[in-house]
């Protein structure tokens, strides 16, 4: 039985290197492994952040360009209210002319052929009627500012309004240029 006690002893201390080989071989697998897994992990870390820092610096560059725009945007605004406040002003300045330049502007554009009819502000009737006698001059419609000429059934409007918006768009950049240099 010696010689069993021997064999099973000799077989039991083998398996027992054996195992120690092969927990030493997982132990080393295992370590591989970890390190692999932790390159990998700092990579796919690495790559997230550079990522990340790309996308943070494009969002950057996104909002100070959407910023540029809002202000560019707000100060074309102004701008137009500005212009859009002397075009208003220079039209209230116009709507108070003197008589004389009222007269003035009307010689200067009305036909007054004989069947022309030529209507006014309602407080100038009188005074247009006194400065051109044999003119047909409107008792039932008037015109806010300059005036209104009808021949042959054509309207002629030279109301400081309708002038002011027929030249507007011609002369908005010379206004731009003096008021914004």
């Known amino acids: 039985m010696a010689e069993l006690n021997k064999l099973t002893d000799r077989i039991l201390e083998e398996a027992m290197l054996q195992a120690d080989e092969i927990k030493k071989e997982a132990k080393e697998k295992v370590d591989r492994l970890n390190l692999n897994s932790k390159k990998q992990a700092e990579q796919k870390y690495s790559a997230i952040v550079e990522k990340g820092a790309l996308e943070a610096e494009n969002l950057k560059e996104r909002l100070r360009s959407n910023a540029n725009l809002r202000a560019r945007d707000n100060e074309l605004k102004v701008k137009q209210e500005t212009i859009q406040k002397v075009f208003e002003s220079a039209l209230e300045d116009m709507k108070n002319i003197k008589d004389e330049e009222l007269i003035s502007y009307i010689e200067k ?69 003096v008021l914004f240099k």
């Open 109 to 177: 554009n009305a036909g007054f052929s004989e069947e022309s009819l030529i209507i006014v502000p309602k407080g100038k009737v009188d005074i247009v009627r006194r400065r051109f006698p044999n003119a047909k001059i409107s008792d039932e419609r008037f015109a806010d500012s300059g005036f209104i000429e009808i021949a042959g059934g054509i309207e002629k409007n030279f109301t400081f309004d309708t002038q002011v918006e027929y030249i507007k768009d011609d002369i908005q950049g010379e206004i731009a240029k």
